[in-house]
Structures are given as structure tokens and as C-alpha cells.
């Protein structure tokens, strides 16, 4: 289980799913070379490759790690929780994840990122014979910081119209300022 938890760690640390890949790689081909997105976004998966190739983190925040179990009922979950935090910790000794554990109450740093409460290990116990495991990863900066507006918006002066679509649009970017991982990618 533990070989099976480490390669789980490796791989949602360092590839991205190919989907995500391919959408990238769509905007970065339709994307004119004459813009600021173009070289970010080559940038991205240039990064992606390396990440991939050296089994390298694809983000310096590797996150906040929560494994979500479904277990046979009966299953002893304590065990598996320990197998999680060997894992985590030996996944952080290879370099595929940033030491990024912090105990909330003294500031201080936790090299091996297993601490009380962590990694986060949630288990339902089902009508099953398998074990199934799901890892999320969740960073400091990754908020979905989105919005929704109603046209027309008389706060800013925005119509039923492109223009008046335009304004929202910059509007919600502008307020997303500071709270996401950069770049920061838009979808309308």
C-alpha cells in the first residue's frame, strides 16, 4: 500500500492530467506570439515537461494533502492512516513535496509534513472488497475566485451589451488581485 500511496504523491505532484495539458497547449497554439499570454503560457508547459521528466513539483505549494478512503466495512482505518504518513513523509525526503507543514500554534516549520491532523485522511467505510484512494492537493493560493454579474449592472456603468460585458469582466479580474496562484487563467 505504501509503494502505491508514493506513486499516487508523484504523480499528482508532477503531472498534470493530459486533458488540463491539452487545453493549455490549445490556448498556447491560438494564442498570437505578439502578447503577454503567449509566454506564459509556453512557460506553463515548459515547466509541465520538466515537472513530468524529473518528478519534480509542478507548484511550489504542494499543498495541504487530504486523502479521501473508501474502505470494506470493518477495515481498520488507523493502519492506513499510518501507511499515508510514511508515505507523505518519504514522498517529502525525495523532493516531491515542498515542506510545507506548519504547526499552527508555534509558526514552526515541519520538515516531514506529518504532523497532528495531517496529512487529512477522510475514510467511508462501503460495501466493497477494494480500496480505493483519492488524493487532493490544495495550496495556499489555488481559491476559484469566481463571480457572476447581472447586465445591467448600474455600479459600473456596464449595459447589455460587449461593452457593458468588457467592464465585468475587467472588474472581476481586478478583484481577484493577490487572492490566486499566478498566472491566473480565465474562463468567460
Known sequence: MKNYLLELLRRTTSDLPADVECALQQATDSESQDTQAAPFLKTILDNVKIARTQAAPLCQDTGTLTFFWTVPRGTDTWQLEQVAKEAVKE????????QNTIDTLTGTSIATNVAEGTPVCHFEQADTQAIEVWLLQKGGGSENMSCQF?????TLHAGRDLEGVRKCILHAVFQTQGFGCSPGILGV
Open 150 to 154: 447581472s447586465l445591467p449592472d448600474e
Open 91 to 98: 514522498a517529502t525526503v525525495k523532493g516531491w513535496l515542498r
